[in-house]
C-alpha cells in the first residue's frame, strides 16, 4: 500500500477502529481518546531526528513541548535537533492549529514523522501527557534507559473532552496532608487529564488556610486537642492534631496546579461546619462560647450565627484574603449540612429573619430560607469581585442564588433540579463518586472507608447527565468530580489506595464519550497504569487483581449459586470446607450451588502469586433459598437485586452499602416468603444495622404473619422493640419474634420504622432509616 493510501484509508477508518475499540498494547491510553486509530509501525525515537516548534506559540505552549523533549531525550538518551541543518528524513513536529478547541489536540504518528497539533498550551499538555502513555513507563522515571524501546506506535488521534469541568476534592481538615503531598495528589490528577482540584480547606476539624486579619483561625482552629479512634464516637485519642498551610504554600500550590493546567478552587465551607472558626473566634457563633475544634466526624448543631452583621464582616474579610490568593473564577461556598436547631433559638437569628420579613411555608421553615438569604448575600459580594460561587446541594433549599453552581452530592435529583432552574452543575453524587467509600464488599479488608460502596467498576459505570434532561438543560451540566473525605485516611498511602485505580475510571467518565468507553478495554489498559503506581510508589487499591463475587438466590435449587469472576483469564480456585484454598484445590469452572451452611473461599493466581482470600459465609435457615416478595418496595438506592437479599444466607456488616442491606426510609419492610411445601416455623429473626450518625435507626415492632389452609393471613406474633436513647450504640443488632408452631406456605413479616428522628439526636425529627439484612425463620 502506498503511502498515499496508507493516509486516506487511515483517515477513513478513525470511526470504525474507535467503535470496534482496538485493542493494541501500544495504545494503553486512559482516558482513552475520542477518537483513535492505530495502524502497523511505529516511529523510532532516536538522535538526530528533526524537532520542529511551533511558529507564533505563546510561552506556555513553549513551556510545554521543551519539557516533554527535556523529558524525552533524557529518558531515552537521545538529541532531537532543532536546526534547519538536521537531517529531514525523520521529524518530529509541533504545529499551532487555530481551528481546535482550547483543550483538543491531535496526534499523528507514522514511521517517519510524528505531527502534533494544538491551540493552546492547554491542548499541547494533553497531547504530551498522550505521548507519554504510549512510551515506555520509564518516561515516568528520571533516569536515562535508553535499552527500553523509545518508540511510538502509529497512530492517528484527534481527541478533545467531553466535559469542560473535570474535577477531584481533597478534605484537608480532618487529616491533614503536606504541601509536598497535595502536589502528588495534582501530579496524579495532570496524569489523567483532570483541571479542576476543589480543595475542602476549613471544617469542624480544623482551619487550614492561613488568613492574616485571623491568626487565630489556624492558631486555635487549625488544631484539635483528640480525635475519636476508629469507628467509635465516644474513644478518643487525646493526642493533638493539627497542620494548616501558609499563605505562601498556597501560592505555591496555586502555581505547581496551574503549570499543570488545573484551577485549584478553594472552598470555605458556611454556615455550618464551621467550629474550628467558632473555637478561633466564639463570638461568630448563636451561643457565643463553649466551642472547640472537634476531635469527632460528623455534623456539629453550632454553626455560625448568621443573625449577626458582623459574622457577615468576618466572612468577607476571608473571602477577600481567599480571592486574592485563589485565581480561580469559582470559589466553593459550602453550603452543605447546617443544622438550624442555634437558629431556630437564637434572638439574633430570629431578629434577623423577622426584619428580612422571612416566612416559612409547607416547604421550608424560615431557617432554610435565612441560609438561603447567607448564601445569596455571599454570592452578591463574591460576583461583584468578580467571582463565581459554587455550593452543595442544600443551597438549593428556601432558593437557589441566581448564579450559583451546584454541586450535587446527595444523589442526581439536586443536579436535575438545579439544572432545570438554568443554573450549572457538578455531579458528585456519593452513590458513584464519594472515594471515601469502600471499594468492595469486602469490608474487613478496607479499614480506610466510611461507609458505602463506590468499586472501580460503579464509578467507570456513571453517566453525568441524567437521561431525564433535555438537551437545553443538559448544557448546565459542566461536568464531575469525585469527593474524598479524609475522616479515616490519616496517611498519603491510605489517600492513594481510595484514589487509585479510581481515579483513573473517573477520568474516562469525564473525559471520554460514552462510545468510546468499554469497561473490558479499560481493565486492560489498567495493567500499565498500576505498574505505574507501583514505579512511581503510590499505593493503590488491587481489587481488580482479586475475586469478585456474585451470588444469585437459585429457588429451583432452594439454595444459592455462587458466580466468581477476576480480571483476564487468571485461574480461580476454591473450597467450602473452611479449609483455605490454595492452587490444589478445586478449580472454579462454572457457578456453584450452596445449599447448606458453609464458607466459601476461593483465591487466584496471578504472576506466581496467590491473591487475597475471598471469604463468604453462608447460613441456611427454613426461608433461605425459598421465593420471597416486596409488598412494600424500599429506598430505591438500598434496593439492589431485590427481596431475595433477605434469604440468601449472607449476613450484612458495618457496610450498608454493600448489597447485603435493604433500607426503608420511613416506610415500613413489608414481604412475603414463600414455601415449596407445609413447613413448620415458631420464630422469625431479622438482622437490623444501627448506625445513627448515618440516620439508620433499629425498628420499633416486628409482627408475622402466616397464611392459614383458606389462604388468609393470621397474625402469629409480634416484637414491640424498645424506642432508642442516646445512651445506645451503633452495631449489628438481631431482633426475634417467636410464637406457638405453625404449619405454612406462606408467611409475611412487616418491620416498622421509628416515625421520625427522636429528640435526643442531632437531625431530630427527620427521616430515619432501618436497614434488614436477613429473615431468620426457624
Ligand atoms: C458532603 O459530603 N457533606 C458534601
Ligand atoms: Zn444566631
Redesign the pocket.
Known sequence: MSKFLNVLFFSSMLMTACSEKTLTPECNLIPYPNHLATSQGEFKITSNVKLNFPENADDASMQVINNFIRNLQSVADVKLISDVAAQKSREISFVNNPELGKEEYKISIQPDKVLVQAATANGFFYATLTLKQMLPLAVYGSEAKPQENWSLPCVEIQDKPRFEYRGMHLDVSRHFFSKEEVKRYIDIMAAYKLNKFHWHLTDDQGWRIEIKKYPELTSIGGIRKKTMIKKDWDNYDHTPYGGFYTQDEIREIVQYASDRFITVIPEIDLPGHMMAALASYPSLGCVGKDYEVSGQWGVRDDVLCVGKESTFDFIENVLTEVVDLFPSEYIHIGG??CPKVRWEKCPTCQKKIKELRIKGDEKHKPEHYLQSYVISRVEKFLNAKGRRIIG?DEILEGGLAPNATV?S?RGMDGGIEAARQGNDVIMTP?SHL?FDHYQSNDTENEPFSIGGCSPVERVYSFEPVAPVLTPEESKHILGTQA?L?TEYIPSVDQLHYQLLPRLAALSEVQWTNPESKSWERFINNLDRETKMYDMLGYNYAQHIYEIQGEYIVNNKEKGVTAKLVTMGDAPIYYTTDGTTPTEKSQLYTEPILINESCTLQAVTKRNDKLSRVLNKGFKFNKATGNKVSFNVAPNPKYTYKGATALVDGIRGDFNYANGCWLGYENIPLDVNIGFYEPTELSSVKIGSLVQFGEYVFPPTKLTVYGANENGTFEQLGETQIPMTTSEDKDGLYEYTCEFPAFKTKELRVVVDPVSSIPDWHGARGEKAFIFVDEIIVD
Open positions: 452543605d449540612e452543595w454541586m452530592w456519593s464519594y469527593n473525605w
